[in-house]
């Protein structure tokens, strides 16, 4: 059992945050959006994990193409 522990504190430290960022741009608790994933994960037999796969990997595009630049010179 430590060793599941492990594992999840390793996703929770190093994870895209994809759940927050979704529940920021919604404007309700990151708890909520969480717990909608794994209810659609066990409804739809492992489609919320697939979309959170999918949007975790958008968000790191998205990331990595706009960055924000704090003056021109940055260019």
Same mark, same amino acid.
């Given at each position: 059992?430590? *060793? #599941?522990? +492990? *594992?999840? $504190?390793? #996703?929770? +430290?190093?994870?895209?945050? =994809?759940?927050?960022?979704?529940?920021?741009?919604?404007?309700?608790?990151? +708890? =909520? =959006?969480?717990? %909608? /994933? *794994?209810? $659609?994960? @066990?409804?739809?037999?492992? /489609?919320? /994990?697939? $979309?959170? &796969? *999918? &949007? %975790? @990997?958008?968000?790191?595009? +998205?990331? &990595? $193409?706009?960055?924000?630049? %704090? %003056?021109? @010179?940055?260019?």
């Amino acid at each position: 059992m430590n *060793i #599941f522990y +492990k *594992i999840l $504190l390793y #996703f929770q +430290k190093h994870g895209y945050y =994809v759940c927050q960022r979704i529940a920021d741009r919604l404007g309700i608790r990151a +708890k =909520v =959006v969480r717990t %909608s /994933f *794994i209810y $659609l994960t @066990f409804v739809t037999l492992g /489609f919320g /994990f697939a $979309l959170y &796969l *999918i &949007l %975790s @990997f958008l968000m790191r595009v +998205k990331d &990595l $193409l706009y960055t924000k630049r %704090s %003056s021109v @010179f940055d260019l």
